[in-house]
């Protein structure tokens, strides 16, 4: 073409990224990959090749893992560890500043052997990926280094097994290894197999900065290396981004492993434009919400709800706008989308679009390249919720659309999902975006913005999107422990005794679930017997029934007492522990009686002052404001779990109940707790102090009974957001896997004592446990 | 409506004039414009689109072509004038012109105060470009109304092919949209057959939103361009007005299917700014507001860049200023 032809047509031309630097590495390296263990890398093994999915081409050749090259692995960040840890913060910082500086300073290699590797447009790897990447071990050079001074008594878990998706293959590793190596611990990371150039390079940056070796170890293959990776012994810590399959089925291989677990995964994030909304931007906007990576992104807003008013409007002004996007070689500076990471996950996305017999798909008209892995930007409007495509993540461009009528509709629509990652808020009225995004169910939320992501800021998932977060303070908290070595909690079995009724009129103890005392509904009771085999009254025994109607009750008091101010929730609990202190002589005999011991009057001042610390927590435990890159705030949001169930401590009768349900109610959830097993009475005396304490009903349910029995209810039911469990039964990994099918956040003993007497039995971690971090940008300015 | 006619000074106009409407307040009171997303777009936008090589060539030829080449200072003369309309007959030296292949091409207009507009004409007698003046007491608007319309009259009499009119910045900020209204009427009527560009002086009407309901405002009454700042005030064409604007524009079209065209002015002196204003252009407008009928640039500067640009295309080296003819 002539200037002066294009000067008539006004095309933009070609404006390639050169492959070339990144090729020469390559090249350099022999195009033939080993993994990185100790230090260094291995000879190359069997393995696959590793592709660039625009071209078909192969780029190298990867080594599969075998189980003795993730043994190695293991075996070189073990030996690591201790010394990494005692480098003390400012070490560590050093050392992930040198990162920081590395990654900035091959910053464009990086960028296009990214897009080499996975697809994605060279803006998107240059613009976004690589510098989140290298700002996220800036900031964790910061929290290396302040560690220290502000999280003192924790501890490093000691090796971590990191598992990441193929969509943001470096700011995925750079998510898991910075927070990981901040906190002392050592890695094995194994990065997609589709995408692990950028790990491998990383790795090579590793090598040249210095760091000490074995502190981070990266081995490839496919999903079998990933299982050999989670399920790995000498793993302490687990961290995985992917699919909610996948997660599940790490869940359940890891459970009762005693390992700590994040789990960052699917979604099918709301978009919800109100018609007050600049509708210009909020088009815009779902450019970059779901033509991102080719909507390959896990909290891509794929769920537009959109006002039925302006809906049509809405959608012309989109449709117009996807004509504008430009697809093809994602080597070109001057394309939106560009290529599906595989051939497989193209025909899965056209797979499911061809699936969707309702609605009106429309899909722009540009015409594909004519090879590689493309699929068009895809709108369907017109669908309801209960067709497929508005419930099943899709994973590619497509975006399905349904209409709203009010906010509280909108919300209701939003929240009807199985998913809770991320959400987008658009509207000019700051009352209605501010009171609607509290609201949504899920782990970040963006007002009139979308995909805004920060180090400072936590990312992270509610309901089958996962668990844990990752970024700031709160991130930084899942690669750290208790300090200190765990007593062994050993099972606390029920006293025997003879069936002679108790001295006095019969008292009938009864469950106590939506704030009335509910007879069991097996019928069925047994007699609690003392130390000295003489009865001491007589415990309902609770079964999966109890339990059904128990988060039924904690269900429905969950949304009030949520939105109930701290100063009421604070006044109850006050309340609660000036009625126990009423009746403490009474419950110091109970306990007494039932544990045989003399300490029944300790137990009751504790659990009288922790009251007290409960009701000082609830309006003292801010969420943070963060220091986001951005004429905004992001807010990192204390908000309540929901339903928390909970098995509690078998020995302390009263003062592990109320442990429990303290920080629950704190907090703003509700409860189903299920009382010391051997101990019972403690907790159906406590529930007329709770009747007489203006305790709504439904947001404390008490359930006496077998540990084992009541767990895997709990730990299936869909309704129960989060279960703990403290009893000395050894419940650990029955719940951990049963919660696998609805991922729900667990926090389970591993068999290991706490010192409910003392500061174990409070603080920090019930704190985090009964809350979720709900992170909402809000950008600003006339 | 009223009817419409054409001008007949630039051979590929054929859109018909915007008549405007009724001052329809429901529209005007409904313009949003959020002004952080609009920035995250326009910060993208330079990575998003990028023209290279031949393509770079073209569009900076393009972007010549769109120049309103200005001159708006106290101390201009006749020779002054002179010698900026021989600049627009030959935007670049002739040699660079002729490796392109692009002989002929000339800047958008000539854009100058009344009393330079005889000079201006005549030096550009027999090339095709337009003379503009700025008009009704440019660039505060505030001598008396009379006066302002008055100007125009005497610059259209006086061979003005476009007359940029500076809105009443107080109207915006009060609110009071009919007065605003009103005034723009008034001045596209004493326009008649010029082509009239409203300058909303963005950078003193306080927020994204009021350029918004400006610019919806000034096409109701019949605008045929709507125009960023007269480049005096302190802030000038930005990105993000730049956006606001032609988003109006688009909705304005969609609408009336009237197009009316947009000049940024003030700021913009790099080659590489045009080339992002140009893409911004086909982005939210389409390719048709690529054309000197619908888009110029209000700017002095920057045609030195652009020469000095094509130059290094052509040769692979880079240029200095004065390699250039001065305009």
């Known amino acids: 073409m002539t200037v002066k032809e294009i000067f008539d047509s006004m095309d933009y031309g070609p404006a390639p990224e050169s492959a070339a630097e990144a090729l020469a590495w390559l090249v350099d390296q022999g195009d033939r990959f080993g993994h990185f263990i100790d230090g260094a890398f291995t000879d190359p093994g069997d393995g696959f090749d590793s592709r660039n999915p625009a071209t078909g081409e192969v780029l190298a050749t990867l080594t599969q893992a075998t189980q003795a090259d993730v043994d190695a692995a293991v075996a070189a960040a073990r030996r690591a560890q201790p010394k990494w840890a005692r480098l003390n913060g400012h070490g560590r910082a050093r050392h992930l500043y040198a990162l920081a500086r590395m990654i900035q300073k091959h910053a464009r290699l990086f960028a296009v052997l990214e897009t080499l590797d996975n697809g994605k447009p060279i803006r998107e790897a240059r613009d976004i990926d690589v510098p989140l990447v290298h700002r996220h071990f800036y900031h964790h050079a910061g929290l290396a280094q302040l560690m220290d001074s502000e999280l003192p008594g924790l501890a490093p878990h000691g090796v971590c097994g990191q598992v990441i998706p193929w969509n943001f293959p470096l700011l995925m590793l750079a998510w898991k290894v910075a927070p990981a190596l901040a906190a002392g611990n050592t890695v094995v990371l194994k990065p997609a197999e589709y995408t692990s150039l950028t790990a491998l390079l990383f790795a090579d940056i590793c090598r040249r900065a210095g760091l000490p070796k074995g502190v981070v170890n990266i081995v490839t293959g496919d999903g079998m290396a990933g299982e050999m990776v989670v399920a790995h012994k000498g793993m302490d810590k687990v961290a995985f981004t992917g699919s909610t399959d996948v997660g599940r089925a790490i869940r359940r291989a890891t459970a009762g492993h005693g390992k700590a677990l994040t789990l960052e995964l699917g979604g099918k994030s709301a978009y919800i434009v109100f018609d007050d909304a600049d509708l210009d931007s909020a088009v815009e906007g779902l450019v970059d919400a779901i033509w991102f990576n080719g909507g390959q992104v896990c909290c ?7 006002q039925e008013g302006i809906a049509e409007e809405f959608h012309r002004r989109l449709r117009t706008r996807m004509e504008n996007l430009r697809i093809g070689d994602p080597m070109d500076k001057c394309i939106d989308v560009g290529a599906i990471v595989d051939q497989a996950q193209r025909d899965r996305i056209a797979q499911m679009v061809a699936g969707c017999t309702t609605g009106h798909v429309h899909q722009v008209t540009a015409q594909l390249p004519a090879q590689g892995c493309f699929y068009p930007p895809t709108l369907i409007t017109g669908l309801q919720p209960s067709d497929p495509l508005m419930q099943e993540e899709i994973f590619g461009p497509v975006l399905v659309s349904t209409t709203f009528r009010t906010p509280a509709e909108a919300v209701e629509l939003a929240n009807d999902t199985r998913y809770g990652l991320a959400a987008s808020v658009w509207s000019e009225n700051l009352n209605l975006a501010l009171d609607v995004a509290p609201k949504l169910v899920a782990g970040v939320i963006w007002v009139n913005a979308t995909n805004l992501f920060d180090a400072a800021a936590p990312f992270g998932g509610m309901r089958e999107s996962g668990f844990g977060r990752e970024g700031g303070w709160e991130g930084l908290r899942a690669y750290l422990r208790a300090e200190g070595k765990p007593k062994p909690l050993a099972r606390i079995d029920p006293f025997e005794g003879d069936g002679d009724a108790p001295e006095g ?47 039924e009750a904690a269900t429905g008091a969950a949304a009030s007492w949520g939105k109930t101010t701290g100063h009421a929730r604070a006044q109850i609990l006050y309340y609660i522990a000036e009625n126990l202190e009423a009746r403490a002589d ?18 009751v001042q504790a659990s009288i002052s922790r009251l007290f610390t409960w009701a000082a927590w609830v309006d003292k435990f801010d969420g943070r404001v963060k220091g986001v890159p951005l004429r905004g705030v992001a807010m990192a949001m204390r908000a309540p779990v929901g339903v928390i169930g909970a098995l509690c401590p078998d020995e302390a009768p009263l003062l592990g109940l109320i442990s429990v349900m303290g920080p629950a109610m704190a907090m703003g959830n509700a409860s189903v707790l299920v009382a010391s097993e051997p101990y019972p009475l403690a907790a159906t005396d406590f529930y007329q102090v709770l009747e007489t304490s203006d305790v709504p009903g439904g947001v404390v349910n008490v359930l006496t009974g077998p540990h084992a029995e009541l767990a895997p209810t709990l730990a299936r039911h869909a309704g129960v957001d989060a279960l703990w469990s403290f009893s000395s039964t050894d419940l650990s990994a029955q719940i951990e896997r049963d919660s696998a099918e609805t991922l729900k956040r667990t926090w389970v003993n591993n068999a290991h004592a706490r010192d409910w007497m003392g500061a174990a039995g409070e603080g920090h971690a019930f704190l985090d446990a009964a809350t979720e971090v709900k992170t909402i940008w809000v950008p600003y300015g006339e | 409506m009223q009817a419409t006619d054409t001008t007949k000074q630039l051979p590929q106009v054929t859109e018909p004039r915007n008549p405007g409407q009724e001052l329809d307040m429901d529209w005007v009171m409904s313009a949003r414009a959020n002004s952080s997303a609009i920035e995250r777009r326009c910060a993208t936008l330079p990575g998003r689109r990028s023209v290279k090589k031949e393509y770079q060539a073209a569009w900076l030829c393009r972007a010549i072509s769109c120049i309103d080449l200005t001159t708006l200072a106290g101390d201009d003369t006749a020779g002054r004038v002179a010698r900026l309309a021989a600049k627009a007959r030959q935007p670049v030296r002739a040699d660079i012109l002729e490796s392109l292949g692009m002989q002929g091409l000339t800047v958008g207009a000539v854009c100058v105060y009344h009393d330079m507009i005889a000079p201006a004409r005549d030096a550009l007698a027999g090339s095709g470009i337009p003379v503009a003046a700025v008009s009704t007491g440019f660039p505060a608007g505030l001598s008396p109304f009379h006066l302002r319309v008055a100007e125009i009259e005497e610059s259209v009499k006086a061979g003005a092919d476009e007359i940029d009119i500076v809105i009443s910045r107080r109207h915006v900020l009060t609110g009071n949209w009919q007065a605003l209204y009103d005034e723009m009427r008034a001045f596209r009527a004493a326009c008649g057959a010029a082509h009239v560009k409203a300058i909303l002086a ?16 000034c096409m109701m009454a019949g605008a045929d361009f709507i125009k960023t ?15 606001v604007m032609l988003r109006a524009i688009r909705e304005y079209h969609d609408k009336t299917g009237y197009r009316v065209g947009y000049k940024p002015a003030g700021g913009i002196s790099k080659a590489k700014d045009a080339l992002v204003y140009l893409s911004l252009m086909k982005e939210e407008l389409g390719d048709r507001w690529l054309l000197p009928d ?3 640039f209000g700017a002095s500067s920057l045609l030195g860049d652009i020469e000095r640009q094509l130059e290094h295309h052509v040769t692979g080296a880079y240029s200095a200023k004065w390699r250039h003819a001065m305009g």
Do not use: C, H, W
């Open chain 2, 294 to 296: 619908l888009f110029r």
């Open chain 2, 229 to 243: 700042s007269t480049g005096k005030e302190s802030v000038n064409a930005t990105l993000p007005v730049s956006l």
């Open chain 1, 505 to 551: 009129l019969d008292r009938t103890a009864k469950l106590y679930i939506g704030g009335k005392q509910a007879r069991p509904d097996g019928g069925y009771t047994r007699t609690v017997f003392g130390k000295s085999g003489k009865p001491v009254g007589e415990a309902p025994i609770a079964n999966r029934k109890d339990i059904r109607n128990a988060v």
């Open chain 2, 202 to 217: 963005t950078g003193e009407l306080g927020s994204l939103r009021n350029v918004a309901r400006a610019s919806l405002v």
């Open chain 1, 586 to 603: 009474e419950f110091a005999a109970r306990i007494d009686a039932m544990t045989g011991g003399r300490k029944g009057k300790n137990e």
């Open chain 1, 300 to 306: 891509a807003g794929s769920r537009l709800i959109v």
